[in-house]
């Protein structure tokens, strides 16, 4: 890791005029350059050798039809995909060697609207992604209050997102990737679905953001708000770049020329009609207009003439021209000329031809481009800005930055789930359940079968379930839920909004089952201690440290299968019933609800290396026979071991099946 990036990792969130200036100094051109980038999905190509710069403190639009290739495009600036070919720089670094550290100079509002926790309100959504920005609790919830007030959400800020509209999330969205007020900002259909209102309101809201000096890019099919609001365009056709310019450029690629004149009304309109057509001659033609009286008619202007001269023969011809207007806007004549056929490279570094430039249309062309902000000399990156390395305290820190973030998902979750009235309710009535079930079984188990329970307890057989009971259930829902955190990312749409923070993806994953790894222990020693009370289960007050140990060390162990499972199931798209039949298989092996004395010989002995069964032994011995650290030990060294190896295989997995998800850009995808 760079110095640049515990910059970016262990900084401030804040993104001040001191950090500005920094950037300032080690960015040198754009803050977005896009060279030759080309993106194919099996044998679809997605992007074609496409070539963009986004300026600091303007506005570029990306512009193309349905499938062109803007999303992917942005998928790509964000890391969420991988370029196929071609390089790819945000703040003058390379996005593939930086990409986790730029991710804090990005913000970005993605095109869909599965991009929120719906059981979450507005304000805690921010507030948990401001966390994963590095942002303090209070610090995320006060700029969360003042983003989501911006973009007109405040009578909803402490709703349910899952009663927000499409365009409520969509602001919402905006609102989020104005948190930390990002020197890049990335918008994917920011106005889609919005009303007028909504849509004047976020575009004043990027408008401001590059006033201030960020780099926006902003992708749009609305071609008529780009105009007085995109300082520079491209636009996009089947994956290739057509034109590269300013709008008024972009207009002057208009081929066809359509103008409705209104006409004052005069006599034997149809003679008068052929006259002034004779004198257009091939500059332009004259023809009725559909859905118009005969008082309007529709001007059609050849490619080489000027438009001032052909009004002018008009006029020498007795046409009382009142007015003339555009049929449809010259960008959307430009849109639909351009991406119907290849612009040459000559073409478009021509720009416009002197026909079209000298048009009166175009003489108010400034009206078309925003006010450029004051230039300023770009400075150049300073050589070594990304090359030292990190020294052992600065990994700390970032690090440190990393565990930082975990109260953050804990508490998402905790919110989740207390947003679910009966859920741990049902949990408890579900263990009470199953104990009263081992409690009557126990009545008609012979005492002398169940192994390293003394004599003199009440219910040896349920004193020997009850540890299986709470150590099963431990292994099931931990094993189960570490699987199904990046699945259930994915199933609701989140995963992607997590993955374009700063926040690395061993992060995520930890966090996303962080809470369970939390609770479920805390379940197994509440249900231990109800057993103990209501069926006098006296467990061995000296035993509860070494069996505490013992358990902690089992978690590790969960959660290094559970890596090692949510890989299998991240790449194949499948296996979860196979998980669920794995835990069930480990916990039936592993004497949790019976004697493994039962076993035969060789199954036996196999059975007896499961960890979950060396859980189970030196817990029993420890809270029901009495036995010391001394006793344990042995089993305390394997468990140990068997932690650090299945972390290492788990880490090693999930990097792997992660780093190819990314190569494919269906990281995202359930």
């Known amino acids: ?200 309101r976020i575009q004043e809201l990027v408008t401001d953001a590059a006033n201030r000096g960020t780099g926006v890019l902003w992708t749009t099919q609305r071609l008529d708000e780009i105009r007085g609001f995109a300082h520079s365009v491209t636009l996009l056709a089947e994956g290739r770049t057509r034109f590269t310019g300013t709008v008024p450029e972009l207009m002057a690629h208009a081929r066809t020329r359509r103008y409705l004149l209104h006409i004052r009304p005069q006599r034997g309109s149809t003679a008068d009609l052929d006259k002034w057509r004779r004198a257009l001659g091939d500059e332009a033609d004259l023809v009725p207009s559909d859905g118009f009286d005969d008082n309007h008619l529709l001007l059609v202007v050849a490619d080489d003439a000027v438009l001032g001269g052909v009004i002018a023969r008009l006029d020498a011809a007795g046409a009382d021209v009142l007015s003339c207007t555009e049929e449809r806007s010259r960008v959307e004549a430009a849109f639909l000329d351009l991406t119907a056929r290849e612009v040459t490279a000559e073409e478009n570094e021509a720009g416009p031809t002197e026909a079209h430039a000298s048009a009166p249309s ?147 994953q930890l966090g996303s089952a962080v809470y369970d790894l939390l609770y479920v222990p805390l379940r197994t020693v509440v249900f231990l201690g109800t057993v103990s009370l209501v069926f006098g289960m006296h467990f061995r007050v000296g035993g509860l440290l070494p069996a505490a140990t013992v358990l902690l060390l089992f978690v590790p162990v969960v959660w290094g299968v559970g890596v090692i499972c949510a890989a299998a199931v991240l790449t194949f798209r499948r296996g979860g019933n196979l998980v669920a039949f794995a835990a069930a298989a480990s916990s039936l092996a592993s004497g949790a609800f019976f004697p493994l004395t039962l076993f035969p010989g060789w199954l036996r002995h196999l059975a007896e290396l499961n960890p979950m069964a060396l859980t189970l032994k030196d817990m029993r011995a420890t809270l029901v026979n009495g036995s010391g650290w001394s006793a344990i030990s042995g089993g305390i060294a394997a468990l140990a071991i068997i932690a650090v190896v299945s972390l290492t295989l788990g880490t090693l997995a999930f990097r792997a099946a992660v780093a190819r998800e990314r190569r494919l850009g269906t990281i995202g995808l359930y």
């Not at 390395?389 to 207390?418: H, N």
């Not at 003199?456 to 349920?462: A, D, E, H, M, T």
């Not at 829902?477 to 992607?496: F, P, Y």
């Open 1 to 200: 890791m760079s110095a640049f990036e515990l910059r970016a990792a262990g900084g401030s969130p804040e993104i001040d005029a001191r950090e500005r200036e920094f950037l300032a100094r080690s960015t040198a051109g754009p803050v977005v350059h896009v060279d030759g980038v080309g993106r194919t999905f099996g044998e679809v190509t997605a992007l074609t050798a496409v070539d963009l710069d986004v300026e600091a403190g303007r506005v570029h639009a990306l512009l193309g039809p349905n499938g062109a290739g803007k999303t992917t495009l942005l998928r790509i600036l964000t890391g969420l995909v991988e370029p196929s070919s071609g390089n790819v720089t945000v703040m003058d670094r390379d996005a593939r060697e930086h990409g986790l550290a730029l991710r804090r100079f990005i913000g970005f509002v993605p095109s869909g609207d599965r991009a929120f926790y719906l059981r979450l309100s507005g304000v805690e959504n921010l507030a948990f992604f401001g966390r994963l920005q590095g942002l303090s609790r209070a610090e995320a919830l006060r700029r969360g209050r003042a983003r989501i007030a911006d973009v007109g959400l405040a009578d909803a800020a402490n709703r349910r997102v899952g009663a927000y509209s499409h365009g409520m999330q969509k602001r919402l969205a905006v609102a989020r990737a104005l948190l930390v007020d990002p020197p890049v900002l990335l918008v994917d259909e920011a106005t889609h679905d919005l009303d007028p209102e909504g849509a004047r």
């Open 362 to 508: 175009d003489a108010d062309s400034e009206e078309h481009l925003p006010p450029a902000p004051p230039a300023a000399a770009a400075p150049r990156r300073a050589p070594d800005a990304g090359s030292r390395r990190l020294s052992m305290a600065e990994r700390a820190a970032v690090v440190g930055a990393e565990l930082r973030k975990l109260p953050a998902f804990g508490r998402r979750d905790l919110m989740i789930q207390l947003s679910y009235r009966t859920a741990y309710l049902s949990d408890l009535l579900s263990l009470a359940l199953q104990t009263v079930v081992f409690a009557f079984v126990g009545r008609l188990v012979d005492p002398r079968t169940i192994p390293g329970v003394p004599p003199g307890v009440g219910n040896p057989y349920l004193a020997f379930v009850a540890i299986g009971i709470a150590v099963a259930a431990f292994m099931q829902l931990g094993l189960g839920r570490v699987v199904a955190a990046v699945q259930n990312e994915q199933a609701i749409g989140t995963l992607d909004s997590l993955l374009v923070t700063p926040t690395s993806f061993p992060t995520i």
